[in-house]
């Protein structure tokens, strides 16, 4: 299993460039999320999917699309790229262990916003 | 509002013991997790706790108090690959994740 894969590894952007952040995990886990991480503060939650087809917004979704059309894709869209959006990006997917739901995290996507 | 406190860093010596601290205000709790992060990678899982007392792991403990709003994570005979971030995160009432800002341990020799 190659676990969670996320690309680009980093990315360069200029503001108001979209672009779209790559996730794919084959261990067929339902739920999938995407957080993003700054100096200082907890991962916050961008969006999240419990499913093929079934997406929701976490706490901080202002500025950023996802989709979910299959169990392994789940797709982080930036619309409009702000410096307010430079960050690392990480992508989870969940599993069921002694009755707790555990993060797997891809190796995470470094954005610079110029 | 909801609110998870840790140190922001802390140091200790190869081969001692270190016990990080975390605590929190949610609205609800379903549970406490524990992540290492070291430099540069993601986030990895250590423990899950869900009822009050200790829950040992090889070198690595976490006690919980759900009437303190308190955990913490002992980490004993410290190598030099301990030196890492430590992240708490708590699941509220809503099942979603509040998480603190990390701890970042340094472990000279």
């Known amino acids: 299993n190659a676990g969670v894969t996320q690309t680009p590894k980093f990315q360069v952007l200029k503001t108001g460039q979209s672009m779209t952040l790559q996730c794919a995990q084959d261990?067929?886990?339902?739920?999938m999320s995407w957080y993003r991480q700054d100096p200082g503060m907890g991962l916050r939650l961008i969006h999240y999917?419990?499913?093929?087809?079934?997406?929701d917004q976490g706490e901080v979704p202002n500025g950023y699309n996802v989709s979910r059309s299959t169990t392994e894709d789940f797709p982080l869209r930036l619309l409009s790229a702000a410096p307010s959006q430079t960050s690392v990006y990480f992508c989870a997917s969940s599993y069921r262990v002694s009755g707790a739901n555990v993060l797997t995290f891809g190796a995470g996507s470094r954005l610079t916003v110029l | 509002g909801q609110n998870i406190d840790q140190p922001t860093e802390m140091t200790a010596t190869e081969g001692a013991i270190v016990q990080i601290n975390c605590t929190y205000q949610t609205s609800g709790f379903n549970g406490l997790f524990w992540y290492q992060q070291h430099a540069g990678e993601a986030p990895t899982f250590l423990s899950y706790?869900?009822l009050d007392g200790l829950e040992e792991k090889g070198r690595f403990s976490s006690f919980l108090s759900r009437s303190k709003g308190y955990s913490y994570l002992l980490l004993k005979e410290l190598q030099m690959k301990d030196s890492a971030s430590y992240l708490c995160a708590v699941r509220d009432s809503n099942y979603q994740l509040i998480w603190g800002a990390g701890t970042k341990l340094i472990i000279k020799p």
């Open positions: 261990m067929n886990h339902e739920y």
């Open positions: 706790n869900v």
């Open positions: 999917s419990v499913g093929a087809g079934i997406t």
